[in-house]
């Protein structure tokens, strides 16, 4: 072998570990320890957050989506008397309209339907009609609440706003109460128009 071909094979051998063809010797590919326990560290930072932060984002997941779906009622309940949509005979003397009931021992919103007397200042229910299903009753999950309880009902044709069977009450607000005191709520004023609330 001469010398010319031996330098043609080594310059060969230089260029391809400096390309990447071949590995040098003793050198073996791989993760070093110090690189495991990095990538270990900061899998277990990353977890630690999710758990940490997975039962207040449960919490703000079920109080605004209870918020909005309380909003939906009122909003479907003062639809329905816009509309003028009867849930039958009309008895003489008396006036009907739809509302939105909170009951704050059984933690539910429910629309009704009612008939009765309708001064300027107040509404005097005769008979009640309660709906049930999806569209016309929420349920509020075991960890949440009403503060209070609460009567919203809207009489066609204006409609009229009645809050709690009066209507010189300027505005209600309907609180869903989470157990670390959070609250979100639905405010609902004398001229029927409503608003979500955060507190």
């Known amino acids: 072998m001469d010398i010319s071909s031996f330098s043609a094979c080594r310059f060969r051998g230089i260029l391809r570990r400096t390309a990447g063809l071949i590995e040098p010797r003793g050198k073996r590919s791989g993760f070093t320890l110090i690189e495991l326990v990095v990538v270990v560290a900061i899998i277990s930072i990353m977890l630690s957050i999710v758990v940490v932060s997975a039962p207040t984002n449960r919490r703000e997941f079920l109080l605004s989506t209870s918020q909005e779906q309380l909003r939906t009622l009122i909003t479907r309940s003062r639809a329905l008397a ?11 003397g008396q006036v009907c309209g739809y509302g939105t009931k909170i009951d704050a021992s059984k933690s539910t919103a429910t629309i009704y339907y009612a008939c009765g007397t309708a001064t300027q200042t107040n509404f005097t ?19 949440l609440s009403f503060m209070q309880d609460a009567n919203i009902f809207f009489l066609p ?4 706003v009645y809050i709690n069977g009066s209507a010189g009450q300027s505005s209600v607000t309907a609180y869903v109460t989470a157990g670390n005191g959070e609250q979100r709520g639905v405010e609902v004023n004398s001229a029927g ?3 979500l609330v955060m507190r």
């Open 82 to 92: 816009i509309n003028s949509v009867t849930g039958g005979q009309i008895p003489a």
């Open 125 to 143: 229910p005769v008979t009640t009609t309660y709906y049930s299903g999806t569209l016309n009753q929420i349920s509020l999950d075991k960890s």
């Open 157 to 160: 044709p204006g409609p009229a």
């Open 193 to 195: 128009l409503i608003d």
